[in-house]
């Protein structure tokens, strides 16, 4: 609690417009520290939930490469793997990545969206709004307990600007705009 009001009294500075969560209750949580510094709604979406990862749910990193090291390899090598029988990547980006533009899409001019989930979540549907290969998502590393990824709008789409954040955004200086 005591990272999500660090990270909520960072955000509120941004002035959000919108906040939407994971109906899971950490993220629920955390939204709801920043919704109450910035005087805002938000809305919950079972779309924005964490990879469902069947028998994998609740296992050490350690009981899983155990019990299931062959499954657990071909996913870190990229390949498409429902870890424990659950979702793939993929899924997950299909069920969080529509509902992160369709809100993003109704933001005013300059708005800023916040978007309160979980890593694997968080990490395939950036991976699906930047247009990136499944295989590749891996590579944009995790997040840390509220820390946060920025996406902006680039000239030919969403772009990357932050990533595993912990304080707040500053202006990118060079001559790639």
């Keep these: 609690?005591?990272?999500?009001?660090?990270?909520?009294?960072?955000?509120?500075?941004?002035?959000?417009?919108?906040?939407i969560a994971s109906d899971l209750r950490r993220a629920v949580d955390t939204a709801a520290e920043l919704a109450t510094l910035c005087g805002l709604e938000f809305t919950r979406h079972a779309e924005l939930r964490e990879t469902y990862a069947g028998s994998w749910q609740g296992l050490t990193h350690e009981?899983?490469?155990a019990a299931h090291g062959e499954q657990y390899a071909a996913w870190k090598r990229g390949e498409p793997v429902r870890r424990?029988?659950?979702?793939?990547?993929?899924?997950?980006?299909?069920?969080?990545?529509p509902v992160v533009a369709a809100h993003a899409d109704?933001?005013?001019?300059?708005?800023?969206?916040?978007?309160?989930?979980?890593?694997g979540t968080i990490?395939?549907?950036?991976?699906?709004?930047?247009?990136?290969e499944p295989r590749?998502?891996?590579?944009l590393g995790g997040l840390s307990n509220c820390c946060w990824s920025v996406l902006g709008e680039g000239a030919r789409g969403w772009r990357l600007m932050?990533?595993?954040?912990?304080?707040?955004?500053?202006?990118?200086l060079g001559d790639d705009d």
């Design 1 to 19: 609690m005591a990272q999500a009001r660090r990270a909520a009294r960072l955000l509120a500075a941004l002035q959000p417009h919108t906040i």
């Design 63 to 65: 009981e899983i490469v």
């Design 84 to 97: 424990g029988g659950g979702e793939l990547e993929t899924e997950v980006a299909d069920r969080a990545a």
């Design 106 to 119: 109704k933001l005013p001019e300059g708005g800023i969206l916040v978007v309160v989930s979980h890593g």
């Design 123 to 132: 990490r395939t549907t950036i991976g699906r709004l930047l247009g990136l």
């Design 136 to 139: 590749s998502w891996e590579s």
């Design 162 to 172: 932050e990533h595993n954040a912990g304080t707040l955004p500053e202006p990118v």
